[in-house]
């Protein structure tokens, strides 16, 4: 599969060296350099020393066990991706370990076409994970180009000041001009005009001539529209009084009459004997350098839009990761508070989370991921993949670091579905392929019994079949409702329809294995507010768990063995169905654990998935299921089911 | 005399599916449903095959598979695999066969009769 890839290092930590020889060797086949460690510890110490891209860790190894490894490697190192190692029975170590971002774990004895795929998948998110940083990188280069405009534009108001110089300058050219026209006066692309000491307008450049027509010999001030009512201000004058350089923004009327913003700069030019006799007045045109902020402005708006609209969240973080700037998604789900710590929005802790991505970009200059979760305004809790990118001032220093979150809640939700359905699959077809050949042993009996007119063998391989039967089609039915959750379809069912189907259901099983069924018909008044499908597939499922009971107790004699099954008004709105035993009883770990997804006492027998669905059925109608059980006593389950008629709004409502 | 057969596997009713075909073909059969068991039977039998369940709830096959090499009286009985786990094949080196869950009869009566003979 992995071939002609280009693999990198790999870790194989595995107590059992007969693992780390063969596992070894078909990890080198696959092109991996592989490194090996016996123990925990060793394969922690081979971690820290080579840096590992995948490593591959039986989960139970002598003193470091491996979840501890994957959580201290995980620590240290997000990006390695880890794979373990799981024996048969170890699936709630798996999934311990997923939680702790395990990539994948493979089961002993491990099959190639299994490893395959755990080590795509490895090597899929080391890729992706690769490109994200890429494309985190070209993200900061483009931050880098803004900038870059941002100094240009620095740079054009710097002109203004590189004017100042040049009027300094132009006071050596003003000394030519006394002995003539320079061609230089003509091509400087500002305009220009000599004024003397009575502010008549003695010369211009061709630009200025271009722009406001030939106004040689007219008053100073004329260009600037004022002196209508003998208003006589203008930069010259007050060059002329001041004898000093001057500056100043002016409005100038041009040649079509439209007004002209200028920046203008004046001069004293004295004559040979330091007498002043002429003013130099070089005035910038404002209106291009209006355009280039304007064109500046729309630009960082579009960026601002950018910022508001992207579908995630963006924040901008100071040093003490107080939010200095924040995005609209993210003001609509946690809030309009600047200057408040990312830390308080996002998880409402007091200080920052142990392992802060902004602050160590803010340690590194290198953008960092991290997943998390976090809680909404409105008390939501979401998954979110967080990247930090840092953000330079000219000198490189991180000033800020600005934080994109994208909620990743439903994909988590999906993927955790798809690895419970994968682990469901997997364990499910062993134990439908167990079935099947309990099944063939049955039908063996059936024929051969047939053959030798055993009659009795006929019967017993029969109703073998039947009960197999029944046990396929409930493993079926439950694979099936868990896939795919139905939306429940509740309406007003009848506790006796409830009851009868029950019985109808369970008495063969229970008959043939000799257990008594007590049951009692409920009054015909009462009725429930239910999805009658799945909460017979739930009742169902308790019973079948009470038949099992029985079968596992060998402490009583057969015959001996009772389920009782009765429903009971317990309220207004609530009725219970009430199913007891006198089989195997369960101690505190199995019946806390009853409920869990793949808990089964059953070993091969059990999916471990019907008294999960039983309460989640129950629990998604609004009821409970309580549970009292001893060892050797029995148990007794007591179904909370929601009453039809005046609790249907109440339960909807809760 | 009948050679004898010691069927390991932790579902009761492989064990009797197995049991049903052997002692149809003339075999005598014991049989046990754990790791444990199975080594405790095939001392105190002498089985002359045995056939293994790889995955067991208390004990996995591997494991009395193991233990029963370090029995010189028992190292070198042939021990066919018979389990629903597909390439099984890695996990008893030196098994005579290996038989997938589900199987027919004569799959394990034809494996039987190259190995024992008759």
Same mark, same amino acid.
């Given at each position: ?34 490194? #090996? ?129 040049? #009027? ?14 320079? +061609? ?153 508070? +600047? ?14 989370? +142990? ?166 018909? +409920? ?83 059990? #999916? ?47 | ?118």
């Amino acid at each position: 599969m992995a071939l002609d890839i280009e693999a990198g290092k790999l870790l194989l930590a595995d107590d059992e060296q007969s693992i780390r020889r063969v596992l070894g060797l078909s990890l080198e086949d696959r092109g991996y350099e592989v490194l #090996t460690a016996e123990d925990g510890h060793s394969a922690y110490a081979v971690y820290r020393e080579h840096d590992p891209d995948i490593v591959l860790a039986d989960i139970k190894m002598p003193g470091l066990d491996g979840i501890e490894l994957l959580k201290r490697i995980k620590r240290e190192s997000p990006d390695t991706e880890v794979i373990m190692i799981t024996g048969h029975g170890d699936m709630e170590l798996a999934i311990q370990s997923l939680k702790h971002d395990a990539c994948d774990f493979v089961t002993k004895p491990i099959k190639e076409d299994v490893l395959d795929i755990a080590l795509g998948r490895a090597e899929e998110k080391l890729s992706m994970r690769r490109q994200l940083r890429d494309y985190t990188e070209r993200l900061e280069e483009m931050v880098r180009e803004q900038s870059a405009k941002l100094v240009e534009a620095e740079k054009v108001a710097a002109a203004g000041q590189v004017l100042d110089r040049l #009027t300094t300058a132009l006071n050596g050219i003003a000394d030519d001009l006394e002995n003539g026209e320079s +061609p230089f006066f003509q091509e400087i692309p500002c305009l220009i005009s000599l004024h003397d000491s009575s502010l008549r307008v003695l010369r211009i450049n061709q630009p200025f001539r271009a722009r406001f027509g030939d106004r040689l010999g007219d008053p100073s001030w004329a260009v600037y529209g004022k002196g209508a009512v003998g208003e006589t201000d203008c930069p010259a004058k007050r060059c002329l009084q001041s004898g000093q350089p001057e500056k100043s923004r002016e409005f100038a009327t041009d040649a079509q009459g439209d007004i002209v913003p200028l920046l203008v700069h004046t001069v004293p030019i004295q004559d040979t004997q330091g007498r002043m006799d002429m003013v130099m007045e070089v005035g910038v045109d404002l209106t291009r350098v209006r355009n280039l902020q304007q064109e500046l402005f729309s630009t960082q708006w579009r960026y601002q839009q950018l910022f508001d609209e992207v579908p995630c969240y963006i924040t901008v973080q100071d040093r003490d990761l107080r939010i200095q700037a924040m995005n609209r998604q993210f003001k609509q789900d946690f809030g309009d508070e +600047p200057g408040e710590s990312c830390y308080r929005i996002y998880k409402h802790r007091a200080e920052p989370c +142990p392992e802060c991505p902004v602050l160590k970009t803010y340690e590194d200059g290198r953008s960092h991921q991290y997943e998390t979760v976090v809680t909404a305004k409105s008390g939501e809790q979401q998954n979110v993949l967080i990247w930090t990118a840092p953000i330079r001032d000219s000198e490189g220093e991180v000033t800020q670091v600005m934080e994109m979150s994208t909620n990743i809640t439903e994909i988590r939700q999906l993927q955790d579905h798809l690895t419970n359905l994968g682990m469901l699959l997997s364990s499910v077809s062993h134990n439908i392929k167990n079935l099947f050949t309990a099944l063939d042993g049955a039908m063996y009996k059936v024929s051969s019994g047939l053959a030798k007119k055993d009659e009795a063998k006929v019967e017993q391989g029969w109703h073998r079949v039947s009960h197999l039967v029944g046990r396929i089609k409930g493993m079926v039915v439950d694979i099936l409702d868990y896939a795919k959750q139905r939306e429940l379809e509740r309406h007003s069912v009848s506790a006796r329809e409830l009851h009868e189907r029950l019985v109808e259901q369970i008495e063969p099983r229970t008959a043939g294995y000799g257990i008594r069924l007590d049951h009692e018909p +409920p009054g015909e008044d009462l009725e429930l507010f239910a999805d009658t499908e799945q909460m017979l597939n739930a009742l169902h499922n308790i019973l079948d768990n009470a038949v099992e009971a029985c079968l596992a107790d060998p402490a009583k004699e057969s015959g001996s063995h009772v389920i009782r099954l009765y429903f009971r008004k317990e309220s207004e709105d609530w009725a219970a169905c009430v199913i007891e035993d006198n089989g195997v009883g369960m101690d505190r770990e199995t019946r806390e654990n009853m409920f869990t997804l793949f808990f089964s006492t059953k070993g091969n027998r059990g #999916t471990g998935l019907g008294m999960f669905i039983a309460g989640q059925t129950v629990s998604r109608h609004g009821g409970r299921i309580e549970v009292e059980s001893k060892p050797g006593w029995g148990s007794r389950m007591t179904v909370w089911l929601p009453r039809a008629g005046q609790s249907e709004g109440r339960v909807e409502a809760a | 005399m009948a050679k004898k057969i010691l069927c390991i596997d932790d579902e009761p009713e492989v064990v009797e599916y197995l049991r049903d075909i052997l002692q149809d073909a003339g075999y005598a059969t014991c049989e046990a449903y754990d790791g444990k068991e199975g080594l405790e039977v095939a001392k105190r039998e002498q089985p002359d095959l045995i056939t293994l369940d790889l995955d067991m709830s208390k004990e996995w096959g591997t494991r009395f598979y193991r233990n029963l090499r370090r029995d010189p009286n028992l190292k070198d009985v042939p021990i066919v695999v018979v389990s629903a786990l597909s390439g099984n094949k890695y996990a008893v080196k030196d098994a005579v066969a290996n038989i997938d869950k589900p199987f027919t009869p004569q799959q394990i009566l034809d494996v039987l009769k190259k190995i024992l003979g008759e």
